[in-house]
């Protein structure tokens, strides 16, 4: 687990990083509609959890 806060974003817009990570789990609480298709660049299958307070962007790589 790391805790980026609003890095998010950014750190998937870089994610060379991930080539090894099967499995991420993102919380957010703003741009909702950046966040699945960023991971599904990096080859991920990925979904959006809206809760009250934000959301999860969870992606799993096949």
Known sequence: MI???SAWYEM???GEWTRDVSCIKIQIQAH???AVPL???LGYR???ER???GAFA???RP
Do not use: Q, S
Request: net charge negative.
């Open 51 to 53: 809760l009250k307070w």
């Open 46 to 48: 990925a979904r959006l």
């Open 39 to 41: 991971l599904e660049a």
């Open 12 to 14: 998937l817009r870089h």
């Open 3 to 5: 805790n980026i806060e």
């Open 32 to 34: 909702y509609d950046e």
């Open 58 to 60: 969870i992606g799993v």
